[in-house]
């Protein structure tokens, strides 16, 4: 019921600037598009578990989080393989930690 579907958009770009694995052995996140979501699961009490993303969000997911489905360029894995959402304007801030940790303020 957790089950979210992603279209695979190649490995973490952001990783050489932003997002580095703690070892060389740790493989470092996969992107992705959510093309489709489950309703989700149920708490103890019976209340719906909202997932942590929607259709449409680009997402970085662990690579043996999920399941590639046949003949297709699609993964299924459980919303809890779902590492983060990442939020608009991230490619900005891999242009900006180009410039140096001081270009990585963000102003509202």
Not at 38 to 48: A, K, N, Q, V
Not at 60 to 74: F, M, N, S, T
């Amino acid at each position: 019921m957790d089950q979210v579907v992603i279209e695979p958009r190649g490995k973490n770009p952001y990783s050489t600037k932003i997002m580095t694995a703690p070892s060389a052995t740790q493989p470092l996140p996969n992107r992705g598009i959510v093309i489709a979501v489950g309703p989700g699961s149920y708490f103890s009490d019976g209340e719906r578990m909202p997932l942590t993303c929607k259709v449409g969000d680009e997402v970085l997911y662990h690579p043996a989080a999920g399941i590639q489905l046949d003949r297709a360029e699609l993964v299924l894995l459980s919303d809890k393989g779902i590492l983060c959402v990442v939020p608009d304007g991230f490619e900005a801030l891999d242009a900006a930690s180009e410039k140096g940790p001081s270009s990585l303020i963000l102003n509202d």
